[in-house]
């Protein structure tokens, strides 16, 4: 509604009605009481006509309040509202024993849901929240302060005319379209934050490479292919970095934000959005000089969380892992970056990029972006190959195929007008999403309607220059992004019966929650474990609460009576026998639930309704709870496996955002959330089994001491996980103390992971390449001493082929996925620890606690639930595609014959040709190991 004129004088005057309305709600009142001073008053004002109470609404959790609605004449709109008594905590359980999912507030958006609506009305007198109902989205609300907000206010607030415009017909009408497009906003924002992280890092690099301090050591680097690996690695964990930074510095949720964000020191010192953001375009449009300012800003940030600091406004505890650890990028560290690739990074993270000429640049704002946003960004910068040009080069690209070629070869695709010249900014169209965030379909490079599509050129590259190409694409390596709604679904139809069946309300245990096990076997950057999180969190910070209240009505119910009626203790000071109530038992029992939790601190129950300051209200402790329980889901509940290190850290972090866990390192899920091979790793009782003929048995007769050996070792790593556990690592004491017990946990399994990578890596190479008598030798040497022996290459050979290493290590290197492998054991122990192979994970070895709870290797168990979108289409060899990527002509050959000669011409390279041939033999050998592993998923038909 307008402020002014004859429309504007109308507002103020039925707002001094309304005042004076909500003036007679001062101490208490029922629920039609508030409906009478709250809701009636701007019935007219609002432009309905009447309010009629409703049935119950069937919903997920059965028959719920179906509220009020509010109609005009001709029932062509309609609102419905929720009404309570005066100062009702709405966001507790409507009724004391009730489960905290049966609040006022979660009722309506429940059954907003499903009678198909899109906003309600729910008001106690004091709050009136606006909801917002999404079936793709969270729910979301606006929460508006009655009193003393709107009572105090003499001038039309905001909020006010805000709610008369979407709790109107015509606003409700409108709702559905104004949520689609502010997430189709939010999902432009993420798509738009994906191309420019990608031009953030070639911008950032590329200013590195060009700084004349660093032209002798990169004169040192011959081999530049493996130097643009480094540099684009190294400047993902620095995009990684200011992303996370941004994302915590901006949200307006305290139990997802920095809690020093506030302070003077942190906005005028270090924010990069703020304290560094101001010098950016100074330096990028009229080239200001500033010293190292930006340089210096920014690695002083980074070294803040990489060492910590703690003075009178801030407190910040180091963060460690391969993100903000001290070694996470130690050749970007030692180079000198510049202010202008420090500005070119914020340049591109803080502002968006005018599509139009003569658009003005707008900020990103990171506080409304979710973890999964976050993870979007990872997942689209995941497939792109990096190189450095050392003669000049064009890039080329067909659909999503996009090559990097000689500019000799690519010529004649260039435009005959004009063409783009060296050093254009190229076409970044190459996302593989439309605007509505959710997955576009193909990703085939065949032809659409029978046609070839064209060749584009792109853009002419010079020597010297970085640049990074997109790959085969997601579906090479089966990765895949799901959408959030299908994510909650699937989360919810898995989890949600399990849940309710070790903690049914009616006998909330909270503890039986926390020993649920969920795997996600491919996790990326943790969609799927984020959303569990949410979903077991709050299912225990219920089940904590109900526990809490029903011991609380138990504790008064004791003090209400009097006498005997229960067992007794004895009084040793006077020899008396002191009776207990059997109320009061039972209120010590259920206190005893959450004391039970692995909660060292005991801080979840200073949180709950009996202890928190705000009483049996919801507040700052309600979120504070909800932050702990995600705390100990992450704990204690969820697994997760990934090839790639990186998916493997953000994951990490992904966790560490959700769950609240400032002030603790991100390595405090390094024993849950690992890297390694997730389709080609063996169970123990494969490792006795010949790998060159999995269906036969190792002969010897070895095989109760290498039991034996594997429960010594279990009983070894069972009691370092259980003081893993004990604690998440808040001080520094605590996280020198998980590192050195995450150190031993890897210590105690170490010899039979490398059988396991020897078992699996000889089903890979095959028969005629696998040494089962070299492996039965490592059998014998871990059954008799525990260990490995001291040295590997002694081992009996009998491979046909020949090969740069004996055949048992050719072994051990497939399993961990590397080139080589150090012939002595513990050259071998330090490259298992070191993070730079995958290996073939065997996952009852590398998660002994859900698959061996008792230590003892039988009777094998597993994960409660396994989460997750695996691939949905065959991962097939792309030879045309591969081959394309050195020859774009390839793809445009009119015959077979004509496309023979093609690739053969690429193949008479040698080194492509060996490539090549590894490309495929990489398959088959994947499809080797799936042959055994998963024999029972295939059909046969005679």
Known sequence: PKTSGQEGKQLKADWETYRRHLAQLAVRGGSVRVRNQVIEPILKRLGYDDIKQQNPVETREGRESGGHLLTNGDDSARLRVWVTSFDEDLDAPARRGQAYRFSH???????????????????????????????????????????????????????????????????VKAVPELVDKARLQQARVTKELRSQARKAV???????LDHPDNRAWLAEQTDRQALARTLWHEGLVTVYRLLFILKLESSDDPARSFTFASTSLWRNTFSPSMALARYVPPILEQGAETGEMLENGLRNLFRMFEQGIECTELNVKPLGGSLFGVHAAPVLSRLRWGERAVAHLLDQLLWTTPKRRGEARQRVHYGPLDVEDLGRVYEALLELEPGITTEPMCRLRRQKLEVVVPVAQGVKYRPRDKGRGA???????????????????????????????????????????????????????????????????????????????????????????????????????????????????HHLYEAARLCDERALQLEREAERKTGGGGRGTRDETTSSVVRHPPSAESAAAYRQRVLDLPDPDDELIRYLPSRSPEGEESGISQRRAEALCRRMVAVHCLYGVDKNPLAVELAKLALWLESHAEGMPLTFLDHRLVVGDSL????????????????????????????????????????????????????????EEKERLKTELDQALRPFRILA????????????????????????????????????????????????????????????????????????????????????????????????????????????????????????????EWLASYDMAILDARTKRERKSLQDRVLDDKKLASRFNDYVESFEQKKRANDVYYAYQKVYIE
């Not at 929240?129 to 929460?143: M, T, W």
């Not at 070639?202 to 590195?208: D, L, N, T």
């Not at 036969?696 to 070895?702: C, H, N, R």
Request: charged share 25%.
């Open 680 to 735: 080609t790793g063996p169970f123990w009782e494969k490792l006795i089994m010949r790998p060159g003929k999995p269906d036969e048995p190792v002969e010897g007769i070895f095989h109760q001491g290498l039991t034996l050996a594997l429960q010594r070792k279990l009983a070894e790593a069972l009691s370092i996980v259980r003081h893993l556990d004990a604690t998440v690592g808040v001080s520094l004491s605590e996280v």
């Open 105 to 171: 507030v979660r009722i309506a958006q429940r059954v907003l849901l499903a009678s198909g609506e899109r906003v309600g009305l729910v008001t106690n007198g004091v709050r009136l929240h606006l909801l917002i109902s999404d079936p793709a989205r969270p729910d979301s609300q606006v929460i508006i302060p009655i009193d003393p907000g709107w009572k105090r206010s003499r001038d039309v607030p905001d909020s006010f005319r805000l709610l008369l415009a979407l709790a109107s017909p015509a606003g």
């Open 202 to 208: 070639e911008r950032f690099v590329q200013e590195v």
């Open 423 to 537: 050093g254009d900014e190229p076409d970044d169209e190459t996302e593989d999403t439309d605007d509505t965030g959710e997955d576009e379909t193909d990703e085939d490079e065949s032809p659409r309607r029978g046609k070839k599509t064209a060749v584009q050129w792109i853009e002419e590259i010079p020597p010297g220059r970085f640049y990074l190409r997109v790959g085969l694409g997601r579906k090479a390596s089966g990765s895949y992004y799901t959408p959030h709604s299908f994510v909650r679904f699937l989360v919810q139809e898995t989890l949600g019966p399990q849940v309710a069946q070790v903690s049914p309300p009616d006998d909330p245990q909270p503890g039986e929650i926390l020993k649920l096990k969920v795997l996600d076997p491919a996790m990326g950057s943790g969609h799927f474990l984020v959303e569990a999180c949410r979903f077991l969190g």
């Open 757 to 880: 990578a020897a078992w699996s890596g000889g089903v890979m190479l095959g028969p005629e390449t696998c040494d089962d008598l070299a492996y039965a030798d490592l059998l014998k040497s871990v059954a008799e001493t525990g260990d490995l022996p001291e040295r590997l290459d002694a081992a009996s050979t009998q491979s046909a082929i020949p090969s740069r290493q004996p055949p048992i290590l050719a072994m051990i290197a497939r399993g961990l996925d590397v080139d080589e492998v150090p012939v002595n054991r513990d050259g071998l122990y330090e490259l298992l620890a070191s993070g730079r192979c995958v290996p073939a994970l065997p996952y009852d070895l590398a998660f002994p606690e859900v698959f061996y709870p008792t230590g003892v290797p039988h009777g094998r168990k597993g994960f409660d639930a396994v989460v997750g979108n695996p691939p949905w289409d065959t991962i097939t060899i792309k030879t045309k």
